[in-house]
């Protein structure tokens, strides 16, 4: 059987795109072996010469010689003296017969992107996986005029860190370019421990503290070790998004429980579904703002301890508070050691640090230092190094206090701008602590719809009732002020 | 009821590891918090009068006024004027009755960490928590001489790296201080997309190239996302003990298939367990590192079609051949675009970096990148940058000569003596690349009791037989050459 296999090959070098960086051999390599891969040459087919080819092609002999070569020592084809260069079929016996109807071929078009169809590619994706990304929720998030969840990072010190972290560069120590197996680098475990005494009242060890990277790496790892495949989680109705995503990725169920003026509120009918986990933001609801009292507090830890569940207490933008004493940490009141206690330095220095930290229980530290080296395998012991110095050399308490200034300024001016524009027809959410506030609207309006006339006019605000899990929505704005 | 409160502090407040670095009105407030949320001191009983309780304690009384101020606030005690201070009853209703007996109280001695102890608290793991934390990988993977996986990173380019970050940490710009939603830095992965194309054979566009965290992050997201809990995954057996951890704790079944002399080898019985996901190094086996053969290859990529299974390639330390011509990807050999392409930074340049990347189908992109920064948020932009310029500044194929060569020396030194001290009576696996050779044992022997052994004599080797799955497990020893 004889081809034009010349032509195949011409249409295809000559293509501007195809290995524009690779030698004329190569190239000719790459479309031999793309043409025998995808049947274009089927098996037993005769090459013509290398002579002709080298003529057809307007290559020289050479470069022919040497693509033959090359598919010949990797057995795309066969070379009988005398009678030429045939594609070999490679392809096992017991596949070779029913291969060529069988098998779904390329749509036309899949090299193409495209949104719209990307989103359709469920025969492709697990269920899991299709949830994981059927909401771009990233593109909720990006950093925007008051959206939510986000801080101001152009007034981090730049020049102190570089400096910072020159220091270990300029040392060369090898031992901190490896993934570390001790739970991170233990001046900097020793620094945060000494920070959440303090300033949060956190029950803490040295020992007790790991460094992640980062709180959905924290999540991650709770949820594993400590729940389940279908497991029950509690959580904060509203809550967290991404907290949500990262426990339901790994397999729990997501039970709802109402979130009131004291924090969240569990009833009798939630003790039908006993929690394994319970997801909180004590501190601080996210994005409430509610600060949860300190009945209710006593009332999780009991129901902790009762139900052998485990706390998952996410104290995030604690550092931020204007006004008031800081309340302590729920892991604190706990005497009963289910509280495992989340912070990150993504908002107080800067996200893509990727430097987190989770206070463990002492009976679980062994278990939790083997998983996270074995599981997520941790690293960046440079950076580590710089941020123990950063917050030992008091760089880091200047640089809250600078951040809690500016910050404190930004929600002032909005929430007198908000007044000022709405007068006394709207309610704000407490914001003595945090990044933003909700404007709460009466349960008849549509704040969804408000939401998305605000994205036209590139206002990025979220609409309370889609943090909700239940249909028991309430209804409001939630602003970010951080980077305004 | 009077009780003996200031004995009680006063052990407490003298203690010299109670909270030192806070004032004595904090750590009067603290020890009194905790008598009272550990019930040393119960509901209703009454604190001494301050002016007593400074006598006693030796405090002025303004430090104890304001401890007790503290505790009003915060609602532990009542103050009830003319008959003093009593301990409020915080605890909800429905719960204060019968907490005293059903509440398990924290064993004596759970502050104190002991290694046994911590490996028996199965009562508080998960089923999978257990399994993931059970055997400590890490402890077995620590830098050591001869330990396989083990790369030399004193080489690295201390001084230059250094150089080529402050040059962005200096231009300070806050967009790279974010998590970055697209996928990665821009010029990082089309750096990566061009290196693949030309020395790996990889059919890629700079789009389908996306940055993690290495290649646990990488296989994290990809079971994620293309396979469901309990769903089938194929792995070689013996296996890389990392990608069976992540494969595990994400809920696959792994179905072990043998590898001969050819690579992965499936035969019909493994059709019974059509796989969902398959892990494959088809470069360079780990740990056998035999080289998959053309035949496997296309049969492989022909089950893939058929079953709409994902292969998983992991093309882990093919920056490192020594002999030989490198054989082109799977990647490059598939189209019915059913290959995912996993490489990572952790081996050439240094593992606490924390930078991989996936080669994913064109049209599962958006779904990945969704999924990447909803689930895992990435980041590290600044080190993207810098190792951007590194890749596109020539530097990083300077460092793999460097690295090659080095290796390379190491590994003929390695064959010489282990052949000089052993003579013909040892066979060793084929070294054409990677950093770790295996020294091949007869089946009777016992390489789990040599590993150990050699443990004693701190030389860190792995008993090949530990990398199986199944019964039929060949015996030899897993040696690195990297760190030697």
Known sequence: MKLPVSELLLTEISRTDFHTKLPQ?????????????????????????????????????????????????????????GSG????????????????????????GTRVLNNSEANKT????????????????????????????DADYSAFPFKLWQRLQNKYWRAGRPELLDYGQTGGYLPLRQAIADYLRVSRSVRVTVEQVLITAGTQQSLDLCSHLLADHQDTAWVEDPCYWGARRALEANGLKLHPVPVDNEG???????????????YLTPSHQYPKSVVMSLARRRL??????????WILE??????????????????????????????????????????GYIVVPPDL???????????QRPGQMMVQAALADFIEL????????????IYGRRRLLLQKTLYGALGGNIKLSPAEAGLHLVIQLPPQADDIAMAAMAAEHDISVRALSTYYLSDQREKGLVVGYAYV
Do not use: C
């Not at 009798?268 to 394994?276: C, S």
């Not at 999780?300 to 569940?309: I, K």
């Open 394 to 405: 008091g760089y880091f308490a200047t640089h809250l206090r600078k951040m809690r200034l």
């Open 365 to 375: 530290v062994e278990s939790f230092k083997t998983a996270l080296y074995d599981f």
């Open 300 to 309: 999780l830890l009991e129901l902790a301890a009762r139900n052998n569940a």
């Open 122 to 149: 469920s025969r492709k994706l697990s269920a899991r996986g299709e949830s994981m990304s059927a909401v771009a929720g990233g593109k909720l998030f990006e950093v925007q005029p008051f959206a939510p969840g």
């Open 314 to 355: 996410d104290d995030y933008d604690s550092e931020f508070r204007y006004a008031g004493r800081p309340l302590a940490s729920l892991q604190g009141m706990d005497y009963h050691d289910r509280v495992l206690y989340l912070g990150t330095f993504a908002k107080v220095l800067y996200p893509g640090l990727k430097i």
């Open 85 to 108: 260069t045939f594609v070999a079929d490679t392809l096992p016996d017991q596949l070779a017969q029913s291969a060529a109807e069988n098998i779904p071929q390329p749509e036309s």
């Open 25 to 81: 051999h190569r190239r000719l390599y790459e479309a031999l072996r793309g043409a025998i891969l995808s049947r274009q040459l089927p098996f037993g087919s005769q090459l013509p010469s290398t002579r002709d080819m080298a003529q057809e092609l307007k290559l020289s002999r050479n470069t022919v010689l040497s693509a033959f070569e090359q598919l010949l020592a990797e057995g795309y084809v066969t070379a009988q003296t």
């Open 264 to 278: 969240m509120n569990p009833g009798a009918e939630d003790m039908d579904k006993p929690p394994r986990l319970i």
